[in-house]
């Protein structure tokens, strides 16, 4: 049995936690810590007997010691490596959510200090715990695709989510977060790091925000939504949509969403950040980036990450064969996933079987597949091993950010 606090009960902490207490013969919640009771009271519900302590601040929480095995924190981004470092000092493990933190130097700090605490830390990348990307790390164990040689993966993070979240939302200023490619593509070159067997050694990166500014409003466009803006019929990202068709979209921002009368959410499009128009924010960070880097085992890898697409895919090419899949393979009806073996040139279907919890609140089968491997991570005979895991994708992240924004190429410390 491994026993569970949660820290920050916001949508992912309530996801993770769900998840753990689904499972009631392996895990069990026993504290809940937030800022806001009604969160905090969610997760403590899930203890067996309902009777989970509450703490409604960081302070109460770690002045009670250590209360489980685990603690999963779910804080903003930039409260990660402070609250990480307290948890290292209880000796705690610890299922962080992505990003670990801010700089890379934090993240390298946490990693030295986890080591010398005999603590492990792992990170919420996700999507290596979905059948799809589990199906590609097995095609490339397997050897079908002989010795690999280069990668190319992309996201789109679809116009609304990128409104949403990078525009309206959280993680709309780089300094209040982290960069771009750090808090929406971590997941992308964590896995281009676990697909390449290797760490990056020198990467370079283009990207800009272009096109979700205010010389970009169409003329009349209020600050927001609600100020009778002209638009309003022809806009795709009138915030009134929140009314209906992306009203999914505020469980992840407003407490009592799933109950909400449409009086409530209209004066949450009034009110709140997420009404405003979304060329009169104050979101800095991209909307587009390109990187390519060279690993150190000589793999050689380009991503794209882009606003104006929706889903992931990817490409690897090896001295035996070629796989494509992903969202862009699906869309234009061939094989999700498929390998081409070079030596008979013909292509045959990887089959990857989905879970019945799909798409982005379960990210692929991803958040439940993470909880159910817990034990197996964390456990007495688990698999990880003191430090940060994961660390290698943040450090590629982290370089492209450096080369973006100095206009060099960025060199890592190890191997260069």
């Not at 309530?14 to 969160?39: M, N, Q």
């Not at 962080?96 to 934090?106: M, W």
């Not at 067997?197 to 096109?211: H, K, M, T």
């Not at 085992?297 to 064969?321: L, Q």
Request: charged share 25%; hydrophobic share 40%.
């Amino acid at each position: 049995m491994l026993t569970i606090a949660t820290l920050g009960c916001g949508a992912r902490g309530r996801t993770y936690s769900r998840f753990a207490a689904s499972l009631p013969d392996r895990y069990k919640i026993v504290a809940a810590c937030d800022l806001v009771e009604c969160r905090a009271q969610e997760v403590a519900a899930l203890h067996p007997e309902r009777s989970a302590p509450i703490f409604l601040d960081e302070e109460e929480f770690f002045a009670a010691g250590k209360l489980a095995d685990l603690v999963i924190i779910a804080t903003q981004d930039r409260d990660h490596h402070a609250h990480a470092l307290r948890a290292i000092a209880l000796g705690y493990d610890i299922l962080l959510e992505k990003p670990a933190a801010q700089t890379l130097e934090e993240c390298e700090d946490l990693d030295q200090k986890a080591r010398a605490a005999g603590v492990k830390i792992g990170l919420c990348f996700v999507l290596r715990y979905t059948p799809f990307y589990r199906s590609v790390k097995a095609v490339i164990d397997s050897g079908k695709l002989g010795r690999i040689i280069s990668i190319h993966a992309s996201e789109g993070v679809e116009p609304y989510h990128q409104a949403h979240s990078f525009v309206r939302g959280h993680w709309a200023k780089s300094e209040h977060s982290t960069p771009m490619i750090l808090a929406k593509c971590s997941h992308d070159a964590d896995l281009l790091c676990w697909f390449a067997g290797s760490e990056i050694r020198q990467v370079s990166s283009f990207g800009r925000l272009d096109f979700f500014r205010k010389e970009n409003a169409p003329a009349g466009a209020p600050q927001r939504c609600s100020d009778g803006c002209p638009h309003a019929k022809d806009c795709m990202y009138d915030a009134h949509r929140y009314l209906t068709d992306k009203r999914s979209w505020l469980r992840m921002v407003l407490d009592g969403a799933e109950t909400a009368s449409d009086e409530k959410v209209t004066h949450f499009i009034q009110t709140s950040p997420w009404g405003r128009c979304v060329y009169h924010c104050d979101n800095n960070v991209v909307d587009h980036q390109v990187i390519a880097g060279e690993m150190l085992n000589g793999v050689t890898i380009n991503f794209t990450m882009t606003a104006f697409d929706s889903g992931r895919s990817i490409e690897i090419y090896g001295t035996k064969g070629a796989l494509k899949g992903g969202q862009a393979w699906k869309d234009s009806h061939a094989f999700e996933l498929s390998v081409r073996d070079h030596a008979t040139g013909l292509t045959a279907e990887v089959p990857v079987e989905h879970p019945v919890e799909a798409g982005y609140a379960g990210h692929g089968g991803g958040d439940f597949g993470i909880v159910d491997s817990l034990d197996k991570l964390f456990g007495p005979h688990g698999t990880l091993s003191p430090g940060l895991d994961g660390l290698a994708g943040h450090r590629l992240a982290l370089l492209a950010e450096r080369s973006r924004l100095t206009k060099q190429r960025a060199l890592a410390a190890i191997g260069s």
